[in-house]
């Protein structure tokens, strides 16, 4: 691997200049304290660093709402004939944080297992990904170390950490596969060898414990969701859901989607798209002749928290939270599915005792 | 691009019978063999309008002509019921598990079918009457809710005459009309049927209400053991391939581990059969 060391100063520039050539997506913040992934423009200038998780994750920009799956046209004959656009752009995609890059690796291993999925693959293949180290929890909603996504940087092209007790705002940047080759050919900067060292020396500036931190160790929650105990907890945190699916809608690890079909007026030509779809709305689970398999709002619930600490983790042998907070940043009832973990713990704990 | 596994491929409506008041059989051709197993499903679609999984109701051996139910149940599938023969409909699969016919072969078979659960089923049924010779003795449940909602009575009454085939047709209810069957539950029966236990097998197909008290009977009878018993599952899916999310049973997903499960594989997970 080779790593670089460059002055923000330089970076900044960089990042205008690689925005002339193709997309290059970075947080951004917008009127209120919120935070989104917008393609930047030369004047903008960028808020590295400090940016707080955005609303929506970057994976969603692989997945993105409404993506056409095919179009098609029918011909004077009856005969339908069948189009998948081709011309995704390449993208950039820049301050993509640690639990970020890992539900994009998580996404990478959904998509590419089994019958591939062709539209987010394509997607995939033409991004690349700039990741920041993080030092310090982003808020007090952040969880990512007790979730095992702090460190993760698999997936990333160049990951960049700010140096420790630098005065000119110094970077590392490990350039970890071609496509990040070829994005750093462009910056003004200086080969670095001691990056491991450079790298542990501003890891070790993080406070400790890093955010907040699961009462049980990860590995146990698999089990410890589907104890009986727990299904109160679900039951407690369904009384203030309001079913409206935010915390699906911003979780990047939250895939399941439904599909549409729709047709022009000219009754010839149309097109078929795929919508984000989510667990916790009330109809998700609903069959044909309205028998609905999860019609309690703390089945969802169930269902949601299981889905992430086991049910994909039995297949994907990953955990399917990265502790990124959005579900909690976001919900209107104020639900954390950290609060929800640990208090499964604790309730499944204090059974043991009695 | 030609591996996107969103686009159906068309085939072209034979014919179209009305079975009942809201089903109707289409039988359509594919341009390649489907080489399905029984119980498999396909997705079945028409561009602009819509898509919906159905189940497959041909036998393993219909090579490019598909035969499907399709209850009239909503908008989508209110458009397929206006198609007429030679109208084309788009058809990707076959996707799921399936039965594995070798599993059933010398072996004594139970099938108790509720309403449209016989229609997954016949795909099971035809290969297994088709060379009955290699099966044991074959006995079928049918219940319907009344007798115009009775699927497939002519096929049923061939089937009848083959050698070890036992068939109890029954209704909820005649409505005061004509009946040969019996009245009642599908759970009546099943009391009075004789098993040879470790060389049966049961399969189960029908509304979700169904399953609990056919497995309660079954247990309250016989000692069958859970994996020689087969259930066929229905949910709503989007994509057939395991990522869409909808039809996710706990860990297992209908449409890839499924839509058929050995009753063994479902007994402990919520949500899979109510």
Redesign the interface.
């Known amino acids: 691997m080779n790593a670089y060391i460059a002055s923000l100063a330089h970076i900044e520039p960089w990042f205008h200049n690689l925005a002339e050539q193709k997309q290059v997506f970075f947080p951004k913040k917008t009127a209120g304290s919120n935070y989104r992934f917008e393609s930047i423009d030369v004047s903008q200038s960028l808020d590295f660093f400090t940016y707080k998780p955005t609303i929506l994750p970057p994976v969603k920009n692989l997945f993105p709402d409404g993506e056409v799956?095919?179009t098609?046209q029918?011909d004077d004959q009856?005969?339908?004939h069948?189009n998948?656009s081709?011309n995704v752009g390449s993208q950039i995609l820049a301050g993509v944080r640690a639990c970020d890059l890992k539900a994009i690796h998580l996404m990478d291993t959904?998509?590419s297992?089994?019958?591939?999925?062709?539209?987010y693959l394509q997607r995939r293949e033409k991004t690349a990904i700039i990741a920041f180290n993080c030092l310090t929890p982003c808020d007090d909603h952040c969880f990512c170390e007790t979730a095992q996504s702090l460190d993760f940087q698999t997936g990333a092209d160049i990951f960049v950490t700010q140096l420790a007790n630098e005065n000119d705002q110094q970077c590392l940047l490990e350039v970890i596969s071609d496509k990040g080759m070829q994005l750093i050919q462009s910056l003004e900067s200086i080969p670095c060898s001691n990056y491991q060292q450079l790298k542990l020396q501003a890891q070790a500036t993080r406070p400790k414990p890093f955010g907040r931190q699961f009462v049980t160790a990860l590995e146990q929650l698999s089990k410890i969701v589907h104890q009986e105990a727990a299904d109160s907890v679900y039951e407690q945190y369904a009384q203030r859901c309001f079913s409206c699916g935010t915390c699906n809608l911003v979780c990047p690890t939250c895939?399941?989607?439904?599909?549409?079909?729709?047709?022009e007026l000219d009754g010839k030509?149309?097109?078929?798209t795929?919508h984000w779809?989510a667990?916790l709305n009330p109809g998700?689970?609903?069959?044909?002749?309205g028998?609905n398999?999860?019609a309690e709002p703390a089945?969802r619930q169930r269902?949601r928290i299981?889905?992430k600490f086991?049910?994909l983790p039995?297949?994907f042998e990953q955990i399917f939270c990265t502790g990124c907070g959005r579900c909690g940043r976001q919900c209107t009832t104020g639900i954390d599915i950290f609060d929800i973990v640990n208090d499964v713990c604790e309730s499944v704990k204090s059974l043991d005792h009695e | 691009m030609n591996n996107n596994s969103y686009i159906p491929v068309m085939a072209e409506i034979q014919s179209v019978e009305a079975l009942t008041a809201r089903e109707k059989l289409f039988r359509v051709l594919l341009p390649e063999p489907l080489n399905h197993r029984p119980g498999q499903f396909v997705m079945v679609s028409l561009p602009g309008i819509g898509e919906c999984a159905i189940s497959i109701s041909s036998g393993p051996e219909s090579g490019r002509m598909l035969e499907m139910v399709i209850r009239k149940a909503g908008n989508v599938t209110g458009v397929f019921h206006e198609l007429k023969v030679s109208d084309s409909i788009g058809i990707r699969g076959p996707f799921g598990s399936g039965f594995d016919l070798d599993e059933f072969r010398h072996k004594d078979i139970v099938v108790i079918a509720g309403g449209l659960g016989l229609v997954p089923l016949r795909s099971l049924i035809i290969p297994i009457m088709e060379h009955k010779a290699d099966y044991g003795r074959v006995h079928l449940i049918i219940g319907s809710r009344t007798p115009a909602e009775a699927l497939f009575r002519e096929q049923i009454k061939t089937w009848k005459k083959l050698p070890d085939c036992f068939i109890t047709e029954l209704v909820d209810d005649t409505e005061f009309l004509d009946w040969d069957g019996e009245t009642g539950l599908v759970t009546e029966p099943i009391n009075q049927l004789s098993l040879d236990i470790e060389n049966t097998l049961l399969v189960l197909c029908g509304p979700p209400v169904m399953y609990k008290f056919v497995l309660m009977e079954l247990r309250m009878n016989f000692s069958i053991p859970d994996e020689q018993i087969f259930v066929d599952l229905e949910r709503r899916m989007r994509c057939g391939m395991g990522k869409c999310g909808h039809c996710q049973i706990n860990h297992v997903y209908c449409c890839k581990d499924g839509p058929v499960f050995r009753y063994s594989q479902l007994r402990d997970l919520p949500e899979a059969l109510t």
């Open positions: 799956l095919f098609y029918k009856g005969h339908y069948f998948q081709s959904v998509f297992e089994g019958i591939k999925d062709t539209h895939y399941c989607f439904d599909t549409r079909d729709e047709f030509s149309g097109k078929k795929r779809d667990c998700f689970a609903e069959v044909a002749g028998h398999f999860r089945a269902h299981r889905r086991d049910y039995q297949r």
